[in-house]
C-alpha cells in the first residue's frame, strides 16, 4: 500500500500546491514577505528544529511498527506539548487550562460527528443496504473502469454523511468479493478508496475535518466550505484520472515488486 500510493501522493501533492499558489495571487490583501538573509535563515531552522523531530517520530513509528496511526496522534500531542512547555517555554499553567479546555470543546464536536456516522452505519447494516450494494455492482464486473467509476460515485455519497473509519469497516469488506470476481487490483481498490474516503472529510454537510477548522479557526461554515472547493475539486479530478489509468497506481508496484 505505502509503495502503490507514492505516485498517488506526489500528484496530489503537487496538484493541491499549484491551486493554493493559484489561490493566494488571485486573492487580495496578500503581499510575499520579503527574503530573508541566510543567517537569518539558519536561525529559523535551528529555531525550529525541535517542531521538525515530529513529523520524523510519526513516520519513522509508523514505518516502524511502533505505534498505530491513532496512537501517533497520542505520542504527537504529547510531544508537541512537552516542547511547548519546557524548550520554547511558550505555554504556561493558565494557558495550557485553555488549550485543554479548547482540546475538549473540539474533540466533543468530533466525537458527536463520529457518534452521529456510527448510528448512520448501524442503520445501513439493519436496511441490508451492503447485500443491496452487492446485487448493483455485480453486474458491472465486466467492466472493471465502470465499476469503479460507480464505487467512487457511492463512496463519495457516503462520505458526506460517514466517517471514513465506519465507511472502510462496513463496506470494503463487502465490496472486495466484487472487486475480485473483476480482476481488479485489491492494493489499487484499496489506495482510491482511501483517498475517496479522505476527501468525504472535506465535504458537507458532515465534513469532520471542515468542523474541525470551524471550531478552532472560529469561521463559519460557509466561509470554509468556499475556501475548500477548490481543493475538493482538483481531489475529484484526480481520482477520476486514476479511474481512468490505474497503471498510475499500479506502475510502482511492478517497480518494487
Partial sequence: MFIAGIVPGLLMGLSLT????????????????????????LKAFRDSLWALFLPIIIIGGLR?????????????????LLI?????REI??????????NTARTTSIVMY???????????ITLADLPDQLIDLLGPLTDSPTLLMLLIVVLLTLIGTAMDLTPTILILAPVMM?????????????????????????????VGT?????????????????????????TYTLLVMLMVIFPQIVLVPLDWFY
Fill in 18 to 41: 499549484a491551486v493554493w499558489a493559484y489561490s493566494a495571487r488571485r486573492s487580495t490583501g496578500i503581499t510575499m514577505a520579503p527574503k530573508e538573509s541566510g543567517a537569518v535563515r
Fill in 92 to 101: 504556561g499553567l493558565r494557558l495550557l487550562f485553555r488549550v485543554l479546555v
Fill in 113 to 123: 460527528l463520529v457518534a452521529a456516522s456510527l448510528v448512520a452505519s448501524y442503520m
Fill in 84 to 88: 511547548s512547555v519546557f524548550v520554547y
Fill in 177 to 205: 468479493p466484487v472487486i475480485q470476481k473483476a480482476g481488479i487490483d485489491p492494493t489499487y481498490f484499496g489506495v482510491i478508496f482511501v483517498i475517496v474516503g479522505c476527501a468525504g472529510l472535506l465535504t458537507p454537510p
Fill in 64 to 80: 516502524g511498527g511502533i505505534f498505530t496511526p491513532t496512537e501517533a496522534g497520542a505520542v504527537a500531542a504529547a510531544y508537541a
Fill in 209 to 233: 475535518v471542515l468542523n474541525v477548522v470551524c471550531s478552532v479557526a472560529r469561521v463559519r461554515m460557509e466561509d470554509v466550505i468556499k475556501g475548500v472547493m477548490p481543493y475538493v475539486i
